[in-house]
């Protein structure tokens, strides 16, 4: 049981926009904290792809982008490309386990 | 570019410790935290714990009782021992960059992200 909320799995045809949630509490997101995102192709270790609610490191593409409200936090993904087919992350950080926590992975499909 | 190269042993039997090293190449050592991280198969992530360079380190609670991570600085590298390993100790094991943090520094950091991470060490435990 993760400490953020994803959906197991989302979907969507080449050249869509997706969006993955990611849930949390007011230990966590809703205290401020800094919601971080990372990609993990198969087989491979995960990658940094959005740091702070809504930067991208370079070389992370621009059709990637990240945003915080409230409890929550969005990745949006839009022309989706067969490449982007991976598992994705968030993280933050949690004040009553005081230190950092992950969601539970959500895995995008590419159609 | 900095970048972590991890090893260690890949089977262990139940009690026994895990042990894994960790070196960082091409970049600096000093002022930063260098964290753990696994993943059991077909799971999500699972923060392990970190330490700064100067030694102070923070650790998940579920794992505190276990866990050991220790830093040589004179060959930059990090170490990870968790002992009295089970099979659900089973996973791929990474190492991370944890941010950069100079000065007066806390156990850990709530506004960090891991990054680059190592290639991971997949260690099985079975008897």
């Known amino acids: 049981q993760s400490v953020l909320t994803q959906p197991p799995a989302v979907s969507g045809a080449p050249g869509q926009r997706v969006t993955i949630s990611c849930t949390g509490s007011?230990?966590?997101?809703?205290?401020?904290?800094?919601v971080h995102w990372y990609q993990q192709l198969p087989g491979t270790a995960p990658k940094l792809l959005i740091y702070?609610?809504?930067n991208r490191p370079s070389g992370v593409p621009d059709r990637f982008s990240g945003s915080k409200s409230g409890t929550s936090a969005s990745l949006a993904i839009s022309g989706l490309q067969a490449e982007d087919e991976a598992d994705y992350y968030c993280?933050?950080?949690?004040?009553?386990?005081?230190?950092?926590?992950f969601g539970g992975g959500t895995k995008l499909t590419v159609l | 570019q900095v970048q972590l190269q991890q090893w260690g042993a890949g089977l262990l039997k139940p009690s026994e410790t895990l042990s894994l090293t960790c070196a960082v190449n091409?970049?600096?050592?000093?002022?930063?935290?260098w964290s753990w991280i696994r993943q059991p198969p077909g799971k999500g992530l699972e923060w392990i714990g970190e330490?700064?360079?100067?030694?102070?380190?923070k650790y998940n609670p579920s794992l505190k009782s276990r866990v050991t991570i220790s830093v040589d600085t004179s060959k930059n590298q990090f170490s990870l021992k968790l002992r009295s390993v089970t099979a659900a100790d089973t996973a791929v094991y990474y190492c991370?960059?944890?941010?950069?943090?100079?000065?007066?520094?806390?156990?850990?950091?709530?506004?960090?992200?891991?990054?680059?991470w190592g290639q991971g060490t997949l260690v099985t435990v079975s008897s």
């Open positions: 991370a960059n944890f941010g950069y943090c100079g000065g007066d520094c806390p156990q850990t950091s709530p506004y960090n992200w891991f990054d680059p």
């Open positions: 091409g970049g600096s050592f000093s002022g930063y935290y």
């Open positions: 330490i700064h360079h100067s030694g102070g380190t």
């Open positions: 007011s230990s966590n997101i809703g205290a401020g904290y800094d």
């Open positions: 702070g609610n809504n």
């Open positions: 993280q933050s950080f949690d004040s009553s386990l005081s230190g950092s926590v």
